[in-house]
């Protein structure tokens, strides 16, 4: 009877030691690794700025919504697969992601391609065509860029700017395309966001290159960095948010609603706050630090967006 005892307490301290070591992969492992890689800090921010415009424009929350979760998805995939053809690069420049190294690598990235189809096919039915139509283009750029376009000058930050722009860009196309929406008032200012945002977004990814030379030479990128010195490259950054700290006043101020009073305070918090979070991410050197202030203002926006309508 003892040496059973002791033969199922054996049994039972290996199962223990199994669950542990699998626990232990669980968060030390390829899941926590693609949870990071996913991405899904971003999705808050997706998911504001579509409703903002939602509001901004009186567009239906429920599609806007829809459209929210397609590019929160999009988004994720496109971030994987950039992972997976850039791993050596990231190693390059000291950034450890996740990449496709075992099976169950695999059979994550298979999952949320499957969630993906999955979520547009519904929404191929809840949504109109032209929205499905604009999110299925959306998701072949955002491919194309991560196989193609980054790597080409300029236009890899522009093509970048522009996808980090598309929960609004998309409801604002829609308001403009789709004859079942009433036109909304709100469409000049809405669209003066867009443009100050595009330009903050140019300016960002830039500054991400900055800091991504020794991968970027080493997967044969051409980015700005490599071609005009610091302080040209400081120059630029500096034309780029004058332009957009600029174009946030005159917004608020010309196209905003309410009283005078109000939108001139609006205004003048809104300059000064932008300018203090910008010149935080841009001083600080650190691509840590960067990448969160600026994330940071991508929430604002719109929400300064919300205020001034």
């Given at each position: 009877m003892n040496a059973h005892r002791l033969s199922l307490a054996a049994v039972g301290s290996k199962w223990g030691r199994?669950?542990?070591?699998?626990?232990?992969?669980?968060h030390t492992g390829p899941v926590c690794a693609f949870l990071a890689s996913?991405?899904?800090?971003?999705w808050p921010a997706i998911v504001v700025s579509s409703l903002s415009f939602s509001y901004a424009l009186t567009y239906d929350f429920g599609d806007a919504l829809v459209?929210?979760?397609?590019?929160?998805?999009?988004?994720?995939?496109?971030?994987l697969f950039n992972d997976v053809l850039d791993h050596k690069i990231d190693e390059a420049n000291c950034v450890h992601r996740w990449s496709m190294k075992t099976p169950i690598d695999a059979v994550l990235l298979s999952?949320?391609?499957?969630?993906?189809?999955?979520?547009?096919?519904?929404?191929l039915i809840y949504v109109a065509h032209g929205i499905s139509l604009l999110l299925l283009l959306t998701a072949v750029i955002s491919l194309l860029y991560s196989v193609l376009l980054k790597r080409v000058l300029i236009l890899g930050n522009l093509v970048a700017a522009?996808?980090?722009?598309?929960?609004?860009?998309?409801?604002?196309l829609a308001c403009r395309c789709d004859t079942n929406v009433s036109k909304s008032t709100n469409i000049d200012i809405a669209s003066a966001f867009l443009a100050i945002g595009f330009v903050i977004f140019v300016s960002r990814e830039i500054r991400f290159d900055e800091f991504d030379q020794v991968g970027?030479?080493?997967?044969?990128?051409?980015?700005?960095?490599?071609?005009?010195?610091?302080?040209?490259?400081?120059?630029l950054h500096i034309l780029l948010l004058s332009a957009a700290v600029l174009g946030l006043v005159a917004a608020v101020?010309?196209?905003?609603?309410g009283t005078l009073i109000f939108r001139v305070s609006l205004a003048l918090v809104a300059a000064v706050g932008l300018i203090l979070a910008l010149g935080v991410a841009y001083k600080s050197g650190s691509k840590t630090i960067f990448y969160k202030v600026t994330r940071v203002?991508?929430?604002?926006?719109?929400?300064?967006?919300?205020?001034s309508v």
């Amino acid at each position: 009877m003892n040496a059973h005892r002791l033969s199922l307490a054996a049994v039972g301290s290996k199962w223990g030691r199994s669950i542990a070591r699998s626990m232990d992969t669980l968060h030390t492992g390829p899941v926590c690794a693609f949870l990071a890689s996913a991405r899904l800090s971003l999705w808050p921010a997706i998911v504001v700025s579509s409703l903002s415009f939602s509001y901004a424009l009186t567009y239906d929350f429920g599609d806007a919504l829809v459209i929210a979760l397609n590019l929160c998805g999009i988004s994720t995939l496109a971030f994987l697969f950039n992972d997976v053809l850039d791993h050596k690069i990231d190693e390059a420049n000291c950034v450890h992601r996740w990449s496709m190294k075992t099976p169950i690598d695999a059979v994550l990235l298979s999952l949320s391609a499957g969630i993906l189809v999955v979520n547009y096919a519904l929404t191929l039915i809840y949504v109109a065509h032209g929205i499905s139509l604009l999110l299925l283009l959306t998701a072949v750029i955002s491919l194309l860029y991560s196989v193609l376009l980054k790597r080409v000058l300029i236009l890899g930050n522009l093509v970048a700017a522009g996808l980090s722009i598309c929960p609004g860009l998309l409801i604002l196309l829609a308001c403009r395309c789709d004859t079942n929406v009433s036109k909304s008032t709100n469409i000049d200012i809405a669209s003066a966001f867009l443009a100050i945002g595009f330009v903050i977004f140019v300016s960002r990814e830039i500054r991400f290159d900055e800091f991504d030379q020794v991968g970027d030479r080493l997967g044969r990128r051409l980015t700005l960095p490599m071609v005009f010195q610091r302080q040209a490259l400081g120059t630029l950054h500096i034309l780029l948010l004058s332009a957009a700290v600029l174009g946030l006043v005159a917004a608020v101020l010309i196209l905003g609603h309410g009283t005078l009073i109000f939108r001139v305070s609006l205004a003048l918090v809104a300059a000064v706050g932008l300018i203090l979070a910008l010149g935080v991410a841009y001083k600080s050197g650190s691509k840590t630090i960067f990448y969160k202030v600026t994330r940071v203002i991508m929430l604002l926006v719109p929400v300064l967006m919300i205020l001034s309508v």
